[in-house]
């Protein structure tokens, strides 16, 4: 069968080779234009100063003040007069008085008659428990024995913190509990004196002073036929309910 048409006039023969001339062509002129590099062009700039050559400016006026000049200093005389000294002035002497080696003092001899030594007696504290005569607190004169009267005294003391306690309302607030120990002498007249106190707060002790100050006068113990000293102790509790 014969063909019908030229193959030398085929329109789509060469396609692919002109297809791959033509790429190749935007190819290149793709990465010519990548490659194309543009410069700043320099700039100049003139800068310009303008200077005034016209300048003037305000000068202050000042005004020149005259004073007038110091006085001379005064001038000495021509005749330098000399005056004697009238009155004659005592130099007074100052002797020491420290004693050197030769100094010799006479022995003070002193006679024993003339010396007059007091005897002072020591007043001594004895204990309750083994004092002879024990001190009576008012009201107890009634008892004979000396049993009756220690007993009475304690009851008596005991009496005497239970009508004048009162809790410190400080420590009450801060709840503030425990004993208080206190030991006092009733001395030769009858008083209560060197109170001493042990306890856990300040307050509390302070009210157990106070009350143990406010004890009354009694008849004082006796050792020996003697007044003497009684040292007495006793614990005081503060308790909160």
């Known amino acids: 069968m014969k063909p019908k048409k030229n193959p030398n006039a085929e329109i789509g023969r060469n396609s692919s080779l002109y297809f791959m001339i033509g790429l190749a062509s935007v190819l290149f002129l793709t990465w010519q234009s990548l490659e194309v590099k543009f410069y700043e062009k320099d700039s100049k700039v003139s800068e310009v100063v303008e200077v005034m050559d016209d300048l003037k400016e305000d000068v202050p006026v000042t005004e020149m003040l005259r004073t007038t000049p110091p006085p001379p200093p ?47 007696e020591e007043e001594i504290a004895v204990p309750f428990a083994i004092i002879e005569y024990v001190p009576v607190f008012p009201g107890c004169e009634i008892y004979k024995t000396q049993e009756e009267r220690k007993a009475c005294f304690n009851e008596k003391v005991k009496e005497h913190v239970r009508n004048n306690f009162r809790y410190p309302p400080s420590a009450l607030e801060m709840k503030i509990t425990g004993r208080v120990y206190v030991q006092f002498v009733i001395d030769s007249n009858g008083n209560v004196t060197d109170i001493q106190k042990r306890g856990p707060d300040r307050l509390l002790e302070e009210e157990a002073v106070r009350i143990i100050a406010s004890l009354p006068n009694v008849k004082p113990g006796e050792q020996r036929g003697k007044p003497v000293g009684v040292k007495y102790s006793i614990p005081i509790n503060f308790i909160v309910e």
């Not at 005064?74 to 330098?80: G, T």
């Not at 002797?95 to 003339?114: F, H, K, L, P, R």
């Open 74 to 120: 005064p001038s000495a005389p021509d005749v330098i007069e000399i005056v004697e000294d009238v009155e004659e002035v005592e130099e007074t002497l100052i002797e020491s008085t420290e004693s050197s080696q030769e100094t010799y003092i006479e022995d003070a001899i002193v006679n024993v008659d003339d010396v007059n030594v007091e005897e002072v």
